[in-house]
């Protein structure tokens, strides 16, 4: 059974830093695609970022650019977010999930199969 689960939100000032971690089971981080997305309260599910380790592409939503980073650790089947200079327009529910159908979109919820339950960030002001 594949699970994911999100990890290491919480409350931080705005200019500060955050890392979000991504445990796996059921398969491992090498064969699919794992994605970050984010959901604020009345707003619609967006891709945050996105890493393949199979062909290693890296992306990035235009919000996040030069803030966060995406990284994979094998051994332990973790997939990170580091997110830095946190802004009050950051604050979401962050998930992970996995894409194991190969689908071209990496910032459409649709391309992805697995999700894990969240884990909230808030950035005050």
């Known amino acids: 059974e594949v699970q994911l689960q999100a990890s290491g939100g919480g409350l931080v000032q705005a200019g500060g830093s955050l890392r979000l971690s991504c445990a796996a089971k059921g398969f491992t981080f090498d064969d699919y695609p794992i994605g970050w997305f984010r959901q604020a309260p009345g707003k619609e599910r967006e891709g945050v970022s996105r890493i393949s380790s199979s062909d290693g592409s890296i992306h990035y939503a235009d919000s996040v650019k030069g803030r966060f980073t995406i990284s994979s650790d094998s051994a332990k089947n973790t997939v990170y977010l580091q997110m830095n200079s946190l802004k009050p327009e950051d604050t979401a529910r962050y998930y992970c999930?996995?894409?194991?159908?190969?689908?071209?979109?990496?910032?459409?919820?649709?391309?992805?199969?697995?999700w894990g339950r969240g884990t909230l960030v808030t950035v005050s002001s």
């Open positions: 999930a996995a894409d194991t159908r190969g689908f071209p979109s990496w910032d459409s919820r649709h391309s992805y199969d697995f």
